[in-house]
């Protein structure tokens, strides 16, 4: 017997406290109420026949101060919360990690495949021994214990209720590592997984998951697989005509049967286009939608079986995306007169061009972006980024190296921004300069000069403000004469307004996103799609936050409010088929061992029955004048 | 609170003086007339002095002869007797005379005992004793005992002095303890002339009642003891452990009271008054019980019918 409350040495003291006091009340003489009697010889008569029975009395007060003292034994014995030792020997430690993955929400088991699991997990919690210990977990893309390893079903049945489904993927080499962790030192521990089993391997980038003797038991949910999902939502502007956009949508099948399905899109809330689409089985199917317009912000795709029905995973069939903000640049351009530059800085109808001669810098007003087009003066406030057009002198932010001569852009950053949809390697230069750059800085591309390469294309910073520096004047080239220049130039200003142009993929549910905060921004406020506000802290101009819900977000911080979405996009949750074997250290797991409800060992309840009890008779007895 | 306190004192008093200024009201004179001619009916065509006393004297009803001793009236000398029997023998006579009564009302703790109902019904049988006595041209006194006698009406006669016995009764108040025989006792040796005693007494004598109605009897006194009871005094609302203590003794017992203990109770109670009348019967005293709750013409009416009062 082992006491897993007060220990025994308090349940002690404080009865030999208690037990003392009572005897000292049992044995002080109250002093009785005084009741005034018109003639007390008639109470005489009636005491002598008392007095014959005084013996009884005494025995009965007796009879009450054993009563008082049991009572008082009982609650200490509560409080101490005796357990047999044998009977925690041999208890159970398990930890129950509940799948809440999207796949959970599947239909098929009612109401959701997540309800079923929390059902089992009640009968589980019901039906332990009063030795068994457990903790519940809930398992998505992070693992989050909902209580203590214990045996106190209230806690455990409440922790269920706490269980709350995720539009992400289950992360299960990480809950196995927790369940592992936890369940360290234990005899007789068993780690109990309750998912449909679309859990991947027990594999991370830490390796293979290796629970030693932790029994893994697996208690399969769901029956079908009827679903088919949207598995990839993207959008972009056009470079030139940011008005229009262009969508790619994939729709995947992951039923093993042939499906029907209709793909609605709708822009701002409004209908777009709806397509009706016949998926193989395991199908997947790209669908672009170009040249759109007429949406301003929000696109939304919608999936359903051709018939009208909902499949079995409501959760994938509906994606969001957002369209880059597009707002006018203010670009001022310095530049004794350069035809070719005025002339692609007009192709963008976004862009508010301010030509300035060298002289008359600064010109008055903030600008996003300044190019300096064969100047380098010192960078006034309010200038901006900038783009330096074969910058010389003591202001430029790179220095001058080597003249060149006849040459062309032999190396470059293929994934690089600043050169997106640009052919390069047909372009001949006449004369220019290799720039030297700093530590830092970036060179984007360069030349290749009797077999050394000379950076002619460099990206930096310098105090706090973006520069592109290119190596020799556009018009000692044949650049601008090609698509190149306009490209390169958009791509530069867009880069250094960070204006994208590339298709924005939505956020993936289950992943750790950076969300770019509005510049200045400490910390953000992220309105999620439910409502719920999360204050996240802004590290290099972005917010982490592990995102596990579907849909628009919003970005709040002081003066400025943007937007974001996320979506599922993830054929492996979309994949509902419950799973026919789970395998963890190269084993399969195995059915989980008995729950069987039955009679509770926690002594300190009956104890506290029985005190109740006796309480009760006391109460009784003395109501009754048994007692007194 | 004092304020609180002193408005709730006056207010608790208030009823108690109420009930004091209605003891004799108009109400109870009504009743007193009525008493008296149900009396006169019950006993017509007595007149003046017509109530015998025991005392033998010189009335003109033979009552027994005696020896006769130096010093005796020789017209009342038997001579038919002598002639016969060779005896003197004297005649007695019941003397006829004036009746004195006495009303003796205790005036104990115990007769204030809850709401003092026992003393104002004392009160108000005495006076309606002494009513009637006072209307049959009797002398009547009235008395104040506890543990002596406290105060003294003088006997008086005469209807109209009823008004001095309502103002004798109408301040008494219960206080002292009970001691019958010694009062009693005094009040024998003060009063030369016997007569009727009625003692009106709850009869809670530590010393015990028979000692105060021997005391009577023994001054050759006719006794009518009225028992006031109150029954509320059987059933008493009390429970658990509690400390009793005499009102008027202070003395105290420690008792548990339960069920079985309030009807051992009851049960010493009715004994307790099965005592008393059990001894007035063995001792030929005129004997009557009432509860309090008894209207008090009744208990009059009760008084008359016993006998002892009217004869």
């Known amino acids: 017997m082992i006491f897993a409350g007060l220990p025994l040495s308090q349940v002690l003291a404080i009865a030999g406290a208690a037990g003392a006091a009572i005897v000292f009340l049992y044995l002080l003489k109250m002093r009785r109420r005084a009741v005034a009697v018109p003639f007390s010889r008639i109470w005489d008569r009636v005491l002598r026949d008392e007095d014959a029975t005084s013996l009884i009395s005494r025995l009965k007060r007796l009879l009450s101060l054993l009563l008082q003292l049991a009572l008082l034994a009982l609650l200490l014995l509560a409080l101490g919360d005796p357990r047999l030792s044998a009977a925690l020997v041999s208890g159970r430690s398990i930890v129950v990690l509940v799948d809440a993955s999207a796949s959970m929400q599947a239909t098929d088991a009612a109401p959701t495949r997540l309800e079923a699991a929390r059902r089992r997990v009640r009968e589980m919690a019901r039906g332990m021994s009063g030795s068994d210990r457990m903790l519940v977990a809930q398992m998505d893309a992070a693992t989050t214990p909902l209580s203590t390893l214990t045996s106190d079903t209230t806690e455990l049945l409440t922790a269920i209720d706490k269980v709350t489904p995720t539009e992400a993927r289950a992360d299960f080499p990480r809950a196995l590592r927790f369940a592992t962790d936890t369940l360290r030192g234990h005899e007789k521990a068993e780690i109990i997984v309750l998912s449909d089993g679309a859990l991947g391997a027990a594999h991370d980038a830490l390796g293979d998951v290796h629970v030693g003797d932790v029994k893994v038991s697996w208690v399969r949910l769901g029956e079908r697989g009827d679903n088919a999902g949207i598995t990839q939502f993207s959008v972009r502007r056009y470079p030139l005509d940011k008005s229009r956009y262009e969508v790619m949508i994939e729709v995947t099948n992951t039923h093993d049967q042939p499906k029907e399905i209709e793909l609605s899109l709708l822009g701002d809330g409004d209908l777009v286009d709806v397509t009706k689409l016949r998926l193989g089985p395991g199908e997947r199917l790209p669908r672009f939608y170009p040249n759109l317009s007429g949406a301003s912000r929000t696109l939304e795709a919608r999936l359903r079986n051709a018939d009208g029905t909902r499949d079995d995973l409501p959760a994938d069939d509906v994606a969001y995306a957002l369209l880059p903000e597009r707002r006018r640049v203010k670009v001022q351009a310095v530049s004794a007169g350069n035809t070719f530059l005025d002339a692609a800085l007009l192709l963008d109808e976004y862009l508010e061009v301010k030509s300035v001669a060298p002289s008359a810098y600064p010109a008055q007003g903030r600008f996003d972006v300044t190019i300096f087009d064969g100047v380098a003066p010192k960078l006034a406030a309010g200038s901006g980024h900038a783009l330096y057009l074969a910058p010389r002198g003591e202001h430029a932010p790179v220095k001058a190296g080597k003249e060149l001569r006849e040459f062309g852009f032999d190396a470059w950053e293929k994934k690089s921004p600043l050169l997106r949809w640009m052919v390069l390697d047909t372009i001949g230069v006449d004369e220019g300069f290799e720039l030297v750059p700093a530590q830092g800085d970036r060179v984007v591309a360069s030349s290749d000069d009797a077999g050394k390469k000379r950076a002619i294309l460099v990206d930096g910073r310098r105090d706090g403000a973006r520069f592109v520096a290119l190596g020799f004047d556009p018009r000692r080239s044949d650049i601008v004469l090609r698509v190149a220049w306009p490209l390169l130039l958009l791509n530069v200003i867009n880069e250094l307004v960070e204006e994208d142009t590339r298709y924005i993929s939505s956020f993936s549910t289950g992943e750790v996103w950076k969300i770019p905060a509005p510049s200045g921004a400490s910390s953000v406020e992220i309105v999620g799609p439910d409502g719920a506000v999360a204050k996240v802290g802004v590290q290099e101009g972005r917010a982490a936050m592990l995102g596990q819900r579907a849909g628009v977000y919003r970005v709040r911080a002081p003066g400025v409010e943007t937007a974001f979405a996320a979506n599922l996009a993830s054929v492996a949750e979309s994949t509902i088929s419950p799973a026919e074997r789970v395998e963890v250290d190269g084993k399969p797991t195995a059915e989980p061992s008995a729950f069987t409800v039955g009679v509770r060992r926690e002594l300190w309840l009956y104890l506290l029955a029985a005190a109740v009890g006796l309480s009760l008779v006391e109460w009784l007895t003395y109501h009754r004048r048994l007692t007194v | ?311």
């Open chain 2, 1 to 311: 609170m004092g304020l609180l306190d002193t408005i709730l004192r006056r207010g608790a008093r208030a009823p108690a003086r109420a009930k004091d200024d209605e003891l004799f009201d108009d109400e109870f004179q009504k009743k007193l007339d009525v008493l008296s001619l149900v009396s006169r009916r019950v006993f017509s065509g007595k007149s003046r002095a017509e109530r015998r006393t025991k005392k033998s004297g010189s009335g003109v009803e033979f009552k027994d002869h005696r020896d006769y001793v130096e010093g005796d009236d020789l017209r009342y000398l038997d001579w038919s007797i002598y002639q016969r029997f060779g005896k003197l023998q004297t005649r007695l006579y019941e003397e006829e005379e004036d009746l004195s009564v006495y009303v003796l009302v205790d005036t104990s703790t115990s007769m204030g005992f809850g709401d003092g109902d026992k003393l104002r019904q004392a009160k108000r049988v005495a006076a309606a004793l002494a009513y009637v006595a006072l209307a049959n041209l009797d002398r009547v006194g009235v008395l104040a005992v506890r543990d002596a006698v406290n105060r003294t009406m003088q006997p008086t006669r005469g209807k109209q002095r009823i008004f001095r016995v309502f103002e004798f009764l109408r301040p008494l108040a219960a206080d002292g303890t009970t001691e019958l025989g010694p009062a009693l006792r005094a009040f024998a040796a003060q009063q030369k002339r016997r007569g009727l005693a009625v003692l009106v007494s709850d009869l809670y004598d530590p010393r015990g009642f028979e000692e105060g109605i021997n005391a009577l009897r023994y001054a050759k006194f006719e006794v009518l003891v009225i028992h006031l009871r109150d029954a509320r005094e059987a059933r008493p609302a009390l429970h658990g452990d509690v400390r009793l203590y005499d009102c008027e003794t202070g003395e105290e017992r420690e008792v548990t009271v339960t069920p079985k203990v309030l009807a051992r109770f009851a049960e010493a109670y009715a004994a307790y008054g099965d005592d008393v009348a059990r001894f007035c019967k063995s001792k030929q005293v005129t004997y009557v019980a009432a509860d309090v709750s008894t209207p008090f013409d009744e208990l009059v009416l009760r008084v008359f019918r016993s006998g002892g009062f009217l004869r």
